[in-house]
T-cell receptor, first 111, second 114 residues
Framework: SQQGEEDPQALSIQEGENATMNCSYK?????LQWYRQNSGRGLVHLIL?????REKHSGRLRVTLDTSKKSSSLLITASRAADTASYFC???????????FGKGITLSVRP | DSGVTQTPKHLITATGQRVTLRCSPR?????VYWYQQSLDQGLQFLIQ???????AKGNILERFSAQQFPDLHSELNLSSLELGDSALYFC?????????????FGQGTRLTVV
């Protein structure tokens, strides 16, 4: 079963706007990661946040983690057409050594 | 380029057949993970190997098996193929036994069973 559940399933925005994607999970985690996948290609790691961290930044990306609510959000600021892709959250739990992915969010950025 | 190489890129085969997918991890990475991606099931974790040994198992069917060789490349064997096995199969690698930093994904093998 999927550990992470992303929300919304699809998001369409105008270039220059911010995109916010949410992820909820069910069990304990060691870290939560966000990946991007361009159509039919491999996944690319974007950012990792550990369970004892609340917020991290990387370029135009900002990720937050609320372990009490078992949720995370990914914010992409000043979006570009090249950000059009599917975005996945993945949770890692060391006890079972599994990196478990959600079903993904399809982001479309209109030029 | 992630440094993870998967071959072949595309594979078309008939039901009942057996295929082998190959993965070469990033240089220095000891862990290899296999995932299956389909439209209805999303990304499903199949199995992990670390330095030649099986470390974690996910939703892997009995018809599927994998191994990691001494040179750290890995193979995923799929047998008695069914139409429902059509999917993208990804291999990923990481440095250690645990994904405490990031996993690097290959470009995938697209398997079509006809």
């Amino acid at each position: 079963s999927q550990q992470g559940e992303e929300d919304p399933q699809a998001l369409s925005i105008q270039e220059g706007e911010n995109a916010t994607m949410n992820c909820s999970y069910k069990t304990s985690i060691n870290n939560l990661q966000w990946y991007r996948q361009n159509s039919g290609r491999g996944l690319v790691h974007l950012i990792l946040i550990r369970s004892n961290e609340r917020e991290k930044h990387s370029g135009r990306l900002r990720v937050t983690l609320d372990t009490s609510k078992k949720s995370s959000s990914l914010l992409i600021t000043a979006s570009r057409a090249a950000d059009t892709a599917s975005y996945f959250c993945a949770t890692y739990f060391g006890a079972n050594s599994k990196l478990t992915f959600g079903k993904g969010i399809t982001l479309s950025v209109r030029p | 380029d992630s440094g993870v190489t998967q071959t072949p890129k595309h594979l078309i085969t008939a039901t009942g057949q057996r295929v082998t997918l190959r993965c070469s991890p990033r240089s220095g990475d000891l862990s290899v993970y296999w995932y299956q991606q389909s439209l209805d099931q999303g990304l499903q974790f199949l199995i992990q190997y670390y330095n030649g040994e099986e470390r974690a198992k996910g939703n892997i069917l009995e018809r599927f098996s994998a191994q990691q060789f001494p040179d750290l490349h890995s193979e995923l064997n799929l047998s008695s193929l069914e139409l429902g096995d059509s999917a993208l199969y990804f291999c990923a690698s990481s440095v250690g036994n645990r994904v405490m930093t990031e996993a690097f994904f290959g470009q995938g093998t697209r398997l079509t069973v006809v």
